[in-house]
């Protein structure tokens, strides 16, 4: 890639909904732009960062959602939500990127871990992430409740 990316949060509505198509790529149920940025406006409330790659250009290639939180287990943390790379640049070292700059943020802030959930059928990213640093701890267990599955951006 012959191209310098840039790294910076987006937090204006305007840039969400810029930074929709490549988001979809990584979670096909987003229905559309004007939903996203009402979902991207909540979260942002509930402590979620939009960080964004971006070339000379100013396209957006690449995403990482995170929040800073703090459990009994972790302590204080930074929880990676989203990272996605448009998929004709994957495997171009833009998520290593990414997920390079959140890693420094959280130890930035005085963070005790980094902690990111990825699902079981998901190989390569499983061997992304463990290329990258990051060991499995645990399983992620979900039970989807009756009525509010679909809450997104009410």
């Not at 009402?38 to 957006?60: C, F, H, P, S, V």
């Not at 963070?111 to 499995?136: E, I």
Request: proline content about 2%.
């Amino acid at each position: 890639m012959n191209t310098s990316i840039t790294l910076a949060h987006l937090d204006t509505p305007d840039d969400w909904a810029r930074a929709f198509g490549v988001m979809k790529e990584l979670r096909p149920h987003l229905t559309d732009a004007d939903t996203f940025r009402t979902q991207m406006r909540r979260q942002r409330e509930e402590g979620y960062r939009l960080l964004a790659a971006r070339d000379d250009d100013d396209t957006i290639l690449g995403l990482a959602g995170y929040r800073t939180q703090t459990n009994t287990l972790y302590g204080r943390f930074v929880y990676l939500d989203d990272l996605v790379v448009t998929a004709r640049l994957q495997r171009s070292g833009i998520g290593a990127q990414l997920l390079d700059k959140v890693r420094e943020i959280a130890r930035h802030s005085r963070c005790a871990h980094f902690v990111l959930d990825t699902g079981l059928h998901m190989a390569l990213a499983q061997r992304f992430y463990y290329r990258n640093g990051l060991l499995a701890k645990g399983m992620h267990f979900v039970e989807p409740l009756a009525g509010h599955g679909k809450e997104t951006a009410q």
